[in-house]
């Protein structure tokens, strides 16, 4: 297979905006009456949900299809979305937060996997950065993105959104595979 800088181009941009920075859980919370001296909560725990899950998921990455488990972090990551939208407190909430850490742990490692898979060995190097370059870029305009529309429209709808881009890259994900021949 040709070596090509984006893996999944389509399905990997739209994931990368619907996936913008973790600091709008943060602020959900906030909205939710969370003090603030409260907040690193947050992160504490989306982080190690993700810490803990990440090995079993890599592992679980050498055995499965990788387009089957993107697939699967994208619905987690959707779900997640869903409950954030609807909550900014209570166990609705922190459990849109532990499945956004799953996400995380289910698909980074995964992500990574597939650069190596599809990068000659002479360009991994240069396949993980530009990856990297690319996800970084994109999670800066996702999360302008998210930014604008917390502003404009609100934050469920922020959440929302992040939603349906998700659902929009699981289903670019699929038709590729099935155009692919693989199975999903």
Known sequence: MRWSPTLHRQSCAVLALARFSEAFLVLRAQQGGLALAWTPLVLIGMNMIYAVSAFPFGQLADKVPHTRLLAAGLLLLMTADALLAIANQGLVY????????????????????????????????????????????????????????????????????????AALALLILLLQALREGATP
């Open 94 to 165: 922190w459990l849109g937060v532990a499945l956004w850490g799953l996400h995380l742990a289910m698909t980074q490692g995964l992500l990574a996997a597939m650069v190596a898979d599809r990068a000659p060995v002479d360009l991994r190097g240069t396949g993980y950065g530009f990856f990297n370059l690319l996800s970084g870029l994109a999670m800066l305009m996702a999360s302008g993105l998210a930014g604008w529309l917390w502003q404009e429209a609100g934050s469920s709808f922020t959440f929302l959104t992040g939603m349906g881009l």
